[in-house]
């Protein structure tokens, strides 16, 4: 069983519409989740971040914590052909580190048409 | 305001050929790492290090080493490479806070080819 999963792709919404992306992870001691967009082509870049259980709003991107099911979800509002790419989920290692490893899901294609 | 710097952008070798991956920040990160992106396979982690003068192994690190410079640099080489090697590579930093590790933030990545 991979450590982190994504939902599996790829996702296509029409422009305007809510796209949900999701992601489990296996490590119940977790406690620092990130979500990543990444253009084709180009590097993954920060767009959430999330500790605590519950929601966290960013302009039209929403992540969702719930760490009792391990599961973690990324909500974009209104949705535009530029948010088209692969969004990446990635989890912080727990056991006491403190170096901030990450895991990362193997990526959901996002495709919004106009 | 740079970020993270990788070079070179691109590059092809023949197997066998040896090669140093340059990645600088400037972003006083103490933590950098090196990545590596498949088709399908998502980032998968080949070294890091946690703060100046220490490296350690990712999920991926045979057929690579790592040397961290200093706090600003951190080097990926290739001693003699394979055309398993062939793949995007990504270097990583991150600061501290009382949360932990800060997010990582990207380089724009070399894309390797080995022949």
């Given at each position: 069983?991979?450590?982190?999963?994504?939902?599996?792709?790829?996702?296509?919404?029409?422009?305007?519409?809510?796209a949900?992306?999701?992601?489990?992870?296996?490590?119940?001691?977790?406690?620092?989740?990130?979500?990543?967009?990444?253009?084709?082509?180009k590097?993954?870049?920060?767009?959430?971040?999330?500790?605590?259980?519950?929601?966290?709003?960013?302009?039209?991107?929403?992540?969702?914590?719930?760490k009792a099911?391990?599961y973690?979800?990324?909500l974009?509002?209104?949705?535009?052909p530029s948010?088209?790419?692969?969004?990446?989920?990635?989890?912080?290692?727990?056991?006491?580190?403190?170096y901030?490893k990450l895991?990362?899901?193997?990526?959901?294609?996002?495709?919004?048409?106009? | 305001?740079?970020?993270?710097?990788?070079?070179?952008?691109?590059?092809?070798?023949?197997?066998?050929?040896?090669?140093?991956l340059?990645?600088?920040?400037?972003?006083?990160?103490?933590?950098?790492?090196?990545?590596?992106?498949?088709?399908?396979?998502?980032?998968?982690l080949?070294?890091?290090?946690?703060?100046?003068?220490?490296t350690?192994?990712?999920?991926?690190?045979?057929?690579?080493?790592?040397s961290?410079?200093?706090?600003r640099e951190?080097?990926l080489?290739?001693?003699?490479?394979?055309?398993?090697?062939?793949?995007?590579?990504?270097?990583a930093?991150?600061?501290?806070?009382?949360?932990?590790?800060?997010?990582?933030?990207?380089?724009?990545?070399?894309?390797l080819?080995?022949?």
């Open positions: 069983q991979k450590e982190v999963e994504q939902n599996s792709g790829p996702l296509s919404v029409p422009e305007g519409a809510i949900s992306l999701n992601c489990t992870y296996s490590d119940r001691g977790s406690q620092s989740f990130f979500w990543y967009r990444q253009y084709s082509g590097s993954p870049e920060l767009i959430m971040f999330i500790y605590s259980n519950g929601d966290k709003e960013d302009g039209r991107f929403t992540a969702q914590l719930n099911s391990q973690v979800s990324l974009i509002r209104d949705s535009q948010d088209s790419a692969t969004y990446l989920c990635a989890v912080k290692n727990a056991g006491g580190t403190s901030g895991t990362f899901g193997q990526g959901t294609i996002l495709t919004v048409h106009p | 305001n740079a970020g993270v710097t990788q070079t070179p952008k691109f590059q092809v070798l023949k197997t066998g050929q040896s090669m140093t340059q990645c600088a920040q400037d972003m006083n990160h103490n933590s950098m790492y090196w990545y590596r992106q498949d088709p399908g396979m998502g980032l998968r080949i070294y890091y290090s946690a703060s100046e003068g220490t350690d192994k990712g999920e991926v690190p045979n057929g690579y080493n790592v961290r410079l200093n706090k951190f080097s080489r290739l001693e003699s490479a394979a055309p398993s090697q062939t793949s995007v590579y990504f270097c930093s991150s600061g501290f806070s009382d949360r932990g590790n800060q997010p990582q933030h990207f380089g724009d990545g070399t894309r080819s080995i022949l």
